[in-house]
């Protein structure tokens, strides 16, 4: 099931332009192409390993969709830039998280792409675009993270080599 889940703080909401070959959900994680479109995670080139297709895609990071967009129409959908949000967990069960613990895009089961909407606790900002904001009361399996758009406004701070920290 796709969703959006806003919890708190200023979303600095951008149009971003989709393509009619995507489909894009409320919800996505969303990354922008060399031609200036938004895509969802789910359709970002994997490389040879979690950690390289992880940085890579927290350079393109470009927010989460706050709007759709179905297969077949080209539109300019809302996308959050910034702010807290409630992300599917998929770190391993002994990884210690804490206030501060950087996340990033995960790979689905069969390790073929990344998945549009869960994060997973990285060991590094190059790794991510958000950090965990709030451990009390948090459903079992779920995170809430805040995000920041690496293409936007710079990233989490030593995420982008082109942004001083």
Known sequence: MYRLNWKWGETSPICARVSAETDVHAGDLLWLDSDGMAKPASEFPKSTDLAGTQTAFSLKFLGIAMQSSPLGKESAIRTATTGTFEFDDETQDGVQEILGTYVGANLNAAQTHLQRS????????????????????????????????????????????????
């Open 118 to 165: 869960s994060v997973v606790a990285v060991s590094s900002a190059k790794c991510a675009f958000g950090r965990i904001v709030h451990l009390e009361n948090v459903p079992v399996g779920k995170v809430f993270a805040a995000i920041v758009s690496t293409v936007i406004r710079g990233g989490v701070p030593g995420s982008d080599p082109h942004h001083a920290v």
